[in-house]
T-cell receptor, first 112, second 113 residues
Framework: QQQVKQSPQSLIVQKGGISIINCAYENTAFDYFPWYQQFPGKGPALLIAIRPDVSEKKEGRFTISFNKSAKQFSLHIMDSQPGDSATYFCAAKDQAGTALIFGKGTTLSVSS | DGGITQSPKYLFRKEGQNVTLSCEQNLNHDAMYWYRQDPGQGLRLIYYSQIVNDFQKGDIAEGYSVSREKKESFPLTVTSAQKNPTAFYLC????????????FGSGTRLTVV
């Protein structure tokens, strides 16, 4: 019940296309859902995050869509660029737990 | 600039040796974390600490130990009891609630030789 399941494991998108990464969870107590971006040899960096009181949050080309009833959330990268090529992790936490629980990651390659 | 510093960037360990990974932050964060990253496994929690002199085990604490004697520092020791220590280790910090995101260090890559 503490898992966050992320898909796909890898994704290849053409420059200018839309990249979509999905995550699902079981624990209904989760109340914070961030996405992290990681480049090779570096630590992850917070990209965007959402709380369950909203269904969508947009920051530039990055959008989180959140479906509370389905217990799913997704990251959409519009107009994908080669510089977006990285590994993306979804995560979740609940009020009782301080530590984030991470998905297994998606490696995105944007071809030019 | 505020941030988290992990050292060393690369570390090589012989079988049977203990090694200590350093993590220092100047963000005035109360909480600190250690994660282990293996290919295709995501980030798995080793230990975390919400306050000085207190810490909790994560999902894969066996073979690891930590201390939190200062707010700024959270070193991780990989002991000889850890049977498969080769991995990328990430330290992070956050406010005590964690709702404003984690700041990660650049990681330490540990290799057993």
């Amino acid at each position: 019940q503490q898992q966050v399941k992320q898909s796909p494991q890898s994704l290849i998108v053409q420059k200018g296309g839309i990249s979509i990464i999905n995550c699902a969870y079981e624990n209904t107590a989760f109340d914070y859902f961030p996405w992290y971006q990681q480049f090779p040899g570096k630590g992850p960096a917070l990209l965007i995050a959402i709380r369950p009181d909203v269904s969508e949050k947009k920051e530039g080309r990055f959008t989180i869509s959140f479906n509370k009833s389905a217990k799913q959330f997704s990251l959409h990268i519009m107009d994908s660029q080669p510089g977006d090529s990285a590994t993306y992790f979804c995560a979740a936490k609940d009020q009782a737990g301080t530590a984030l629980i991470f998905g297994k990651g998606t490696t995105l390659s944007v071809s030019s | 600039d505020g941030g988290i510093t992990q050292s060393p960037k690369y570390l090589f360990r012989k079988e049977g040796q203990n090694v200590t990974l350093s993590c220092e932050q100047n963000l005035n964060h109360d909480a600190m974390y250690w994660y282990r990253q293996d290919p295709g496994q995501g980030l798995r929690l080793i230990y975390y600490s919400q306050i000085v002199n207190d810490f909790q085990k994560g999902d894969i604490a066996e073979g690891y130990s930590v201390s939190r004697e200062k707010k700024e520092s959270f070193p991780l020791t990989v002991t000889s009891a850890q049977k498969n220590p080769t991995a990328f280790y990430l330290c992070a910090s956050s406010t005590v609630t964690g709702y404003y995101g984690y700041t990660f260090g650049s990681g330490t890559r540990l290799t057993v030789v």
